[in-house]
T-cell receptor, first 111, second 113 residues
Framework: TQLLEQSPQFLSIQEGENLTVYCNSSSVFSSLQWYRQEPGEGPVLLVTVVTGGEVKKLKRLTFQFGDARKDSSLHITAAQPGDTGLYLCAEDGGSQGNLIFGKGTKLSVKP | EAQVTQNPRYLITVTGKKLTVTCSQNMNHEYMSWYRQDPGLGLRQIYYSMNVEVTDKGDVPEGYKVSRKEKRNFPLILESPSPNQTSLYFC????????????FGSGTRLTVV
């Protein structure tokens, strides 16, 4: 079973700062998804990346898929308190039908 | 509104008393799945279904049952709940297997005493 390592585990920053969180694996990803989860709620899909080297932007969020498809990053510009939450990366397990999640980065943005 | 609906949101029960958590999606998705989320362990898949009448075990299936008689519904059954099944449970659906992204329900917080 492929393991997804996310770093950092926790991140506390002030409003307006920039940040980057990472998702890494020892194996090649078939595709990678990023989710954001608020306390007591289900994860909400932010983006799916499929092609090595791919970059996708969602307002202040920039997602990058490594060229070798073994790592991904999420960069947030000018963070806001509304960005607070648990950021999860997940890999599609292919024919096994299993979406494999990392343990997440818990982000807190203070006003 | 496209959504996955789970019920109940909160449930406290006693050891051994059978219970069912319902899950329904209105997006005509083929793929549905159940996850449990525990501190320090993250999200782990319990069971999944690729289509009607097709179900299979995920990573932590012990103590759970599922059924998929209709495309929209995928209930999770605990025949004899135990305290180690106390957890936050999520149902999710996707159009099909592949890089399509999942839609999650709002969760069911289960406590077994």
């Amino acid at each position: 079973t492929q393991l997804l390592e996310q770093s950092p585990q926790f991140l506390s920053i002030q409003e307006g700062e920039n940040l980057t969180v990472y998702c890494n694996s020892s194996s090649v990803f078939s595709s990678l998804q990023w989710y954001r989860q608020e306390p007591g709620e289900g994860p909400v899909l932010l983006v799916t990346v499929v092609t090595g080297g791919e970059v996708k932007k969602l307002k202040r969020l920039t997602f990058q898929f490594g060229d070798a498809r073994k790592d991904s990053s999420l960069h947030i510009t000018a963070a806001q308190p509304g960005d607070t939450g648990l950021y999860l990366c997940a890999e599609d397990g292919g024919s096994q039908g299993n979406l494999i999640f990392g343990k997440g980065t818990k982000l807190s943005v203070k006003p | 509104e496209a959504q996955v609906t789970q019920n109940p949101r909160y449930l406290i029960t006693v050891t051994g008393k059978k219970l069912t958590v319902t899950c329904s999606q209105n997006m005509n998705h083929e793929y549905m799945s159940w996850y449990r989320q525990d501190p320090g362990l993250g999200l782990r898949q319990i069971y999944y279904s690729m289509n009607v009448e097709v179900t299979d075990k995920g990573d932590v299936p012990e103590g759970y049952k599922v059924s998929r008689k209709e495309k929209r519904n995928f209930p999770l059954i605990l025949e004899s709940p135990s305290p180690n099944q106390t957890s936050l449970y999520f149902c999710a659906s996707s159009p099909q297997l592949g890089p399509y992204g999942y839609t999650f329900g709002s969760g069911t917080r289960l406590t077994v005493v």
